[in-house]
């Protein structure tokens, strides 16, 4: 069972490896000690210098971490830890690291753990309250539904979407958060992980591609079909179907295709993300979850759903226009280059997908997807005509 895993991981003495995602996708590696003593130590010297002689300097920072953390705050917090030993300082170290980003504010704090979002609830509230737009974990929760029958309209005009395309990400119970994994953990996740998947069969059945067993031909040749990089993963044939494993979370799940037709895309991903945790659950594991905050990862960006449903779009008159800005943020759409957040638009082309992920459930967040695209689907087509447009009211945050 999980439970026994997790309490073996949880008395083990010996040394592993901290890899601490940022928000902006940088990775900073270091070395953790035995829980236990790492725990300890840190105690022992902050006895040694007050709180207020250990809080960053966080003037010149734009993250939500950093408008939210205060020396209040870090002093009541600094000397807690959870019961895997993951410190206010680790969770907190990926914002102060990468001050801002040139094109979203981004969180700036990561979990190492479940009990993370809990032991450091004065910090991570304000900071998911202020992500998500208003929702309060304290008294707000969070709605789940995979029923893809309900979506409606799903398809969009192909001469203006290129491709289609919903993701997520699951945790697995029991295992610390890709930021605080071991070793061991690691190959644990990829155990549970890769036997699970190996079940799925129909249109889902496919190949696992482990990272280290990888020539550098496949490497590449997975390289050149994705942005990020993948790490290990698995697809089914048509390569519609993917779940990557052991990266930003302990795994990621994508369906998508080219074309316009996402209906598709998310009843295949809502079919296969049910299958994938019936497989998981078989084997005596579950996925992280709550009522107030939904499935649980590793960037509280990300609680609730995980999901992201996006298209890449050719909107070159729109992109143009003053208003299209103020209209992506009235319809809770934000705006990416082709290549991920980083990057920038591509022939006027771009990836557009929902800003929100909690508060609202998979199905309302893809039917604002396909609502809102529509809508600028219909601006480009008026400004081809010579005519005007205009921004629409906003969309309500939560359901009332």
Not at 40 to 57: I, K, N, T, V, W
Not at 77 to 105: E, R, S, Y
Request: net charge positive; with cysteine; proline share 5%.
């Amino acid at each position: 069972m999980a439970s026994t895993f997790a309490r073996a991981l949880a008395a083990r003495k010996s040394a592993g490896l901290l890899a601490l995602v940022g928000a902006a996708g940088s990775l900073t590696a270091g070395l953790l000690l035995a829980r236990d003593s790492s725990v300890g130590a840190a105690a022992a010297q902050r006895r040694l210098y007050p709180p207020s002689a250990e809080y960053p300097d966080l003037r010149k920072h734009n993250n939500c971490m950093a408008s939210n953390l205060t020396p209040a705050i870090y002093a009541r917090l600094c000397d807690k830890a959870t019961p895997n030993g993951w410190t206010l300082d680790q969770c907190i170290q990926t914002g102060v690291d990468n001050p801002g980003h040139p094109f979203i504010k981004t969180v700036g704090m990561v979990a190492g753990d479940e009990e993370t979002y809990e032991v450091f609830a004065d910090i991570f509230d304000p900071v998911i309250e202020e992500r998500h737009n208003g929702y309060n974990p304290h008294t707000m929760k969070h709605p789940t539904d995979l029923d893809a029958s309900k979506i409606k309209a799903g398809q969009f005009d192909e001469r203006y979407v290129l491709s289609s395309r919903v993701r997520t990400g699951r945790s697995i119970r029991g295992l610390s958060l890709p930021p605080a994994c071991t070793r061991a953990e690691r190959r644990e996740v990829e155990r549970v992980a890769s036997e699970a998947l190996g079940g799925l069969g129909g249109d889902l059945a496919g190949k696992y591609y482990r990272l280290t067993d990888m020539t550098e031909k496949e490497q590449q040749q997975l390289i050149d079909a994705e942005t990020p990089a993948p790490p290990s993963r698995r697809h089914n044939h048509e390569k519609t179907f993917l779940i990557w494993i052991n990266e930003e979370d302990h795994t990621r799940v994508i369906s998508m295709e080219k074309g316009g037709n996402m209906k598709r895309v998310f009843e295949r991903f809502c079919r296969g993300l049910k299958e994938v945790e019936r497989l998981i659950q078989e084997r005596g594991w579950e996925f992280m979850w709550n009522e107030r905050l939904g499935y649980i990862l590793t960037c509280p960006s990300n609680l609730g759903t995980g999901l992201r449903a996006g298209v890449h779009i050719k909107l070159p008159l729109l992109s143009k226009d003053s208003r299209f800005a103020k209209i992506l943020e009235n319809l809770r759409l934000q705006k990416r280059g082709t290549g991920g957040v980083d990057t920038a638009a591509t022939g006027s082309t771009f990836d557009i997908s929902n800003l929100d992920r909690l508060g609202k459930s998979e199905v309302e967040l893809v039917q604002l997807v396909i609502d809102g695209v529509n809508y600028l689907i219909d601006c480009e087509r008026r400004l081809e005509r010579g005519q005007d447009i205009r921004i629409p009211s906003p969309v309500p945050q939560f359901r009332t």
